[in-house]
């Protein structure tokens, strides 16, 4: 495929300041939108599973899916290392895909981004005008998919976010940590009463998360094309 032409505009409708682009091919598209859809089937997968892993294989789950959620049942099972490299590595891993993306395709990845999530549709274009006016201190306190999305499409230096993401998602980990340490006997009566009641509870999670993991996977290579179709569509005329 031959190069694609620089998209962007030289200032986006809420302030970002974007650069000349010129992004890659569809193929080197696709290698970063494959890991992606990847992820969320692991994410769902390990969301069904937890009933059965969060006291049994705690870190197992948390490399699967690092919710706040899981983070905080299985904080006291671990040792600090384990929890702080898995925990760390599990949530950092998409990031620098979503950041790619919206830095080679700024606007076009965010209409992308709302044509996949049209319930927040809305919700996504108020966060990135909160995000060309605080985008360093969003990235840390809230690095997710979507605040990575804008971080890329800003422009935003590769130094800059890889550092304020990495910090904030250690502190995350941190207070989650200390919250755990806190509120540790309501936690083991949780932990108790998933023991207790472990098969109901899986054979409800398998049902629940195997219909939407069944849909993933339906959509997963459609996913993909969409990503690629949706940035192909969108690209613009080159920025002189």
């Known amino acids: ?22 992004p890659p091919g569809r193929h080197t598209l696709k290698l970063l939108a494959v890991p ?18 969060v006291d049994r294989h705690p870190l197992q789950l948390i490399a699967m899916n690092a919710s706040n959620r899981n983070l905080i049942l299985v904080t006291n099972q671990l040792d600090a290392l384990s929890y702080y490299l898995v925990g760390s590595l599990r949530l950092l891993v998409a990031d620098p895909l979503f950041f790619l993306i919206g830095y080679w395709y700024g606007d076009a990845a965010l209409s992308w981004m709302e044509a996949r999530t049209k319930t927040f549709g809305q919700t996504l274009r108020q966060w990135e005008g909160w995000f060309g006016k605080a985008a360093y201190p969003i990235v840390f306190i809230a690095p997710n ?15 800059g976010f890889f550092a304020t993401n990495i910090a904030g998602t250690l502190v995350r980990l941190y207070l989650i940590r200390r919250l755990g340490e806190t509120f540790e006997a309501p936690i083991d009566d949780v932990l108790g009463f998933i023991g ?45």
Do not use: W
């Open 196 to 240: 207790d009641y472990r098969v109901p509870l899986l054979i409800a999670s398998t049902l629940l998360f195997g219909f939407m993991m069944v849909n993933e996977l339906r959509q997963a290579k459609g996913e993909v094309e969409a990503i690629a179709d949706t940035l192909d569509d969108d690209e613009g005329p080159p920025v002189s």
């Open 1 to 22: 495929m031959p190069d694609s032409p620089t998209v962007g505009t030289p200032e986006h409708e809420h302030g970002f300041q974007v650069p000349k682009r010129r």
């Open 36 to 53: 992606i859809v990847a992820l969320i089937v692991i994410s769902n997968v390990g969301s069904a599973m937890a009933p059965g892993l």
């Open 145 to 159: 998919q979507y605040i990575c999305l804008f971080a890329g499409a800003a422009g935003m230096s590769v130094f």
